[in-house]
């Protein structure tokens, strides 16, 4: 059974970058079926779709966060990772890593983690 | 890229039936049929429930079902259940295939 687990620190200070990892286990991150994606929620607020990335590491983003945002994929590790620098307390929210498939639709969410960016 | 447009709350009784819209433009919902719905329960990931416009993964009730409109798509919940209680969010692939854009979010009540 797929498993995605976010990892990552719950606090990050103001201008500094956010940074997450996701593992994914029981299942190969090197499918070819299946895109591997951020989705995030501020507290009390609805899902924003952040960004997604192929095996292959082609990489697709919201495009109001380009130029602050980078995805990554370490197949090695079954691992993806999310940078986004110059945080702000508007990037406080919780971050799911999620399993994306040729639907396209987000079939497997990990539990989430929340990130507070405060000083 | 803004998103799509959802009522706040709906609300019906058990067994009754209730009807949730998201609205979007010709560059998303209207443009193709990739809407997807997701549920979710306080503090809890949200879980899969129609894709491509009308398509029930495995394990969801037939109670879920899906249709869409020219720019609008709707999320029909039959049969109301207690356990359905949730909020409820559309979702959907632009047009460009370069981006997905969720709805604001129904939260369904059930009376």
């Known amino acids: 059974q797929l498993q995605l687990q976010e990892s990552g620190p719950g606090l990050v200070k103001p201008s500094e970058t956010l940074s997450l990892t996701c593992t994914v286990s029981?299942?190969?991150?090197?499918?070819?079926?299946?895109?591997w994606t951020w989705i995030r929620q501020p507290p009390g607020k609805g899902l924003e779709w952040i960004g997604s990335?192929?095996?292959?590491?082609?990489?697709w983003y919201k495009p109001s966060l380009k130029g602050r945002i980078n995805i990554s994929v370490d197949t090695s590790r079954n691992q993806y990772s999310l940078k986004l620098n110059s945080a702000t307390a508007a990037d406080t929210a919780v971050y799911y890593c999620?399993?994306?498939?040729?639907?396209?639709?987000?079939?497997?969410w990990g539990q989430g983690t929340l990130v507070t960016v405060s000083s | 890229q803004s998103a799509l447009t959802q009522p706040p709350s709906a609300s019906g009784s058990p067994g009754q039936s209730v009807t949730i819209s998201c609205t979007g433009t010709?560059?998303?919902?209207?443009?193709?049929?990739?809407v997807s719905w997701y549920q979710q329960y306080p503090g809890k990931a949200p879980k899969l429930m129609i894709y491509?416009?009308?398509k029930r993964p495995s394990g969801v009730p037939d109670r879920f079902s899906g249709s869409k409109s020219d720019n609008t798509a709707s999320l029909t919940v039959s049969g109301l259940q207690a356990e359905d209680e949730a909020d409820y969010y559309c979702?959907?692939?632009?047009?460009?295939?370069?981006?997905?854009?969720f709805g604001t979010g129904t939260k369904i009540t059930v009376l």
């Open positions: 999620v399993r994306r498939g040729f639907d396209p639709s987000f079939d497997n």
């Open positions: 029981g299942g190969s991150i090197n499918r070819s079926t299946y895109y």
């Open positions: 990335i192929y095996y292959s590491g082609s990489t």
């Open positions: 010709n560059s998303d919902v209207g443009g193709q049929n990739y």
């Open positions: 491509e416009v009308s």
């Open positions: 979702c959907s692939y632009a047009v460009s295939r370069t981006y997905f854009v």
